[in-house]
């Protein structure tokens, strides 16, 4: 693990892109080094290597695998307790904007625009004693469930995250996905209960997948919706594992899935027109995809995984840039939709306030 890490921070060092990444509940760390520094981007997803795709579908980076060095290392055991952040809360100004946004949501929703819309904010977080490796190490050990990453290209920028959603899973024609929606904080209570409008929420993900999926797929199967913890936050979660027609390119399935209503709104171009719109920053990677595309000598006999860049943040030179966003519809209460932003934020705000 040594090696692989101090392989990473001299690649960093020297900038020249990579990628590391732990695959949820595995304890195996997978790096692709690129030899150079070109910008290679995805054309029609037949590509080998890694994805890092923007929310727009304007940027769609490859970390080519025949141009990368590949090096995969055991984790070493150690165990690292996740704790509350102590780090600044956003000010009344960030609080009061993100409140507005959502209540303009809510009125379009009333007004018949589209049933839901997930919206989000950033923030942003001045560094002392940063450093990247160290912080990816870290978000490995305290979110072991999550897919954790660190993404550096010189020409696209710096980014670390640990996101509990994937996108799909495929294997020549079997793809498995999920709907992931619903939030809300740990209490340790026994039975995570769940309200009606998260239920709804959640509902609305699994039927546009599968929805999509049919006109695709010969056979698709649903689980039950099930409730998943990814590091202090609970998550409402649906499996789906289609087998797809024979005249169906992963690219399709990319198109028809990305960006699902977990992260973008129900229809999808009218609910991302208003994100767009009213949204006053610029997403860029934040709930693009990520991860594995083709993968070549795959031993799980998955070719490609992809997952959705959640709890992540951008590092651009001393600052951190968190994004977060919440699932609206019309059962929405925005003080409540502030507070679950609030919650995600400490996903990433754990690892900047970690002191050895
Ligand atoms: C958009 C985010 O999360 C998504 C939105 C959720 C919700 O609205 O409850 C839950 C999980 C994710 O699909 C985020 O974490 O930024």
């Given at each position: 693990?040594?090696?692989?890490?101090?392989?990473?921070?001299?690649?960093?060092?020297?900038?020249?892109?990579?990628?590391?990444?732990?695959?949820?509940?595995?304890?195996?760390?997978?790096?692709?080094?690129?030899?150079?520094?070109?910008?290679?981007?995805?054309?029609?997803?037949?590509?080998?290597?890694?994805?890092?795709?923007?929310f727009d579908g304007?940027?769609?980076?490859?970390?080519?695998?025949?141009?990368?060095?590949?090096?995969?290392?055991?984790?070493?055991?150690?165990?690292?307790?996740?704790?509350?952040?102590?780090?600044e809360i956003p000010t009344e100004i960030e609080k009061k904007n993100f409140i507005d946004l959502v209540a303009k949501g809510i009125q379009a929703i009333e007004n018949n625009e589209?049933?839901?819309?997930?919206?989000?904010?950033?923030?942003?977080?001045?560094?002392?004693?940063?450093?990247?490796?160290?912080?990816?190490?870290?978000?490995?050990?305290?979110?072991?469930?999550?897919?954790?990453?660190?993404?550096?290209?010189?020409?696209?920028?710096?980014?670390?995250?640990a996101t509990p959603e994937q996108l799909l899973q495929s294997n020549d024609k079997i793809v498995k996905?999920?709907?992931?929606?619903?939030?809300?904080?740990?209490?340790?209570?026994?039975?995570?209960?769940?309200?009606?409008?998260?239920?709804?929420?959640?509902?609305?993900?699994?039927?546009?997948?599968?929805?999509?999926?049919?006109?695709?797929?010969?056979?698709?199967?649903?689980?039950k919706p099930y409730s998943i913890k990814a590091g202090s936050i609970w998550h409402i979660k649906t499996d789906i594992l289609a087998t797809m027609n024979s005249e169906c390119y992963l690219r399709n399935i990319i198109e028809l899935l990305h960006p699902t209503p977990a992260v973008c709104g129900l229809p999808k171009e009218k609910s991302k027109i208003f994100i767009l719109e009213n949204e006053n920053y610029h997403r860029t990677f934040y709930t693009g995809f990520l991860g594995e595309l083709n993968r070549s000598n795959a031993d799980d006999a998955i070719s490609s995984d992809l997952f959705v860049n959640l709890r992540c943040m951008e590092i651009s030179g001393s600052i951190a840039h968190l994004f977060m966003g919440c699932g609206i519809t019309k059962d929405s209460i925005p003080s409540k939709e502030w507070e679950e932003s609030v919650n995600k934020s400490a996903t990433m705000k754990k690892v900047l306030d970690y002191r050895n």
């Open positions: 693990m040594e090696v692989i890490l101090k392989k990473a921070q001299k690649q960093f060092a020297q900038n020249l892109p990579f990628v590391i990444y732990k695959k949820p509940n595995k304890n195996t760390l997978t790096a692709l080094f690129q030899k150079n520094d070109t910008l290679v981007e995805i054309n029609d997803f037949t590509e080998k290597g890694f994805v890092f795709a923007s304007s940027q769609k980076v490859l970390i080519p695998e025949n141009q990368s060095e590949i090096i995969e290392s055991i984790i070493d055991k150690k165990e690292l307790l996740a704790k509350e952040s102590s780090l589209f049933k839901k819309v997930v919206l989000s904010r950033k923030e942003t977080i001045a560094l002392a004693d940063f450093d990247l490796i160290d912080a990816f190490e870290k978000l490995v050990y305290l979110y072991p469930t999550t897919f954790v990453y660190c993404f550096y290209h010189p020409k696209v920028g710096t980014w670390l995250g996905t999920i709907a992931l929606a619903g939030t809300q904080k740990n209490n340790d209570s026994v039975e995570v209960v769940w309200q009606n409008k998260e239920k709804e929420e959640q509902q609305f993900v699994t039927d546009y997948i599968v929805d999509n999926l049919n006109s695709v797929a010969s056979e698709i199967l649903v689980s």
